[in-house]
């Protein structure tokens, strides 16, 4: 079976600077990709990054990267001159090659402090 | 591009009636959609997966009855709730993936129910 696991519930940063939220996961399968969603208060489900596993480089979309770790099953999500925009839940998720369902972690609030 | 609506945004009904949702996908045709259910505070719950021309494939637990799905077309989905109770008060959100989309899915921007 698949898990997401998002240890911590909650963050914050201050505004221009740098923070990083971790994600771990466990899947027996070689073929997978891992997400990074955002949902603000409007509730929209965006999408932020994403990874494909037989990828070694580390995605990248401006101010996003991760930090891919494919054997300490690891995806962690770095922020960069964070923004007010930025305050929002961040969800991890995985699927698994030829699977059409994403599984979810818990989520993480991120606070972004002016 | 990748754009998903969902109608309407936000729906009061009686207990006892159905309501139904739409979801479309509006630049890109959608082979599979997908309908969550999210709590407040929670992560999203996969209630089920539709595939154009063929039945919903329903989560363990999901009653299929009570949470009518259709995919009618490529970029059309519809999740009727019938005959709404107090519990199924909830956000609904769908999504979307596109043929070769490397598994990605496309939300939308959910449903607010609220039954009374």
Known sequence: AQTVTQSQPEMSVQEAETVTLSCTYDTSESDYYLFWYKQPPSRQMILVIRQEAYKQQNATENRFSVNFQKAAKSFSLKISDSQLGDAAMYFCALAQGGSEKLVFGKGMKLTVNP | ?116
């Open chain 2, 1 to 116: 591009g990748a754009v998903v609506s969902q109608h309407p945004s936000w729906v009061i009904c009686k207990s006892g009636t159905s309501v139904k949702i739409e979801c479309r996908s509006l630049d890109f045709q959608a082979t599979t959609m997908f309908w969550y259910r999210q709590f407040p505070k929670q992560s999203l719950m996969l209630m089920a997966t539709s595939n154009e021309g063929s039945k919903a494939t329903y989560e363990q637990g999901v009653e299929k009855d009570k949470f009518l799905i259709n995919h009618a077309s490529l970029t059309l989905s519809t999740l009727t709730v019938t005959s709404a109770h107090p519990e199924d008060s909830s956000f609904y959100i769908c999504s979307a993936r596109a043929r070769l989309a490397r598994e990605t899915q496309y939300f939308g921007p959910g449903t607010r129910l609220l039954v009374l």
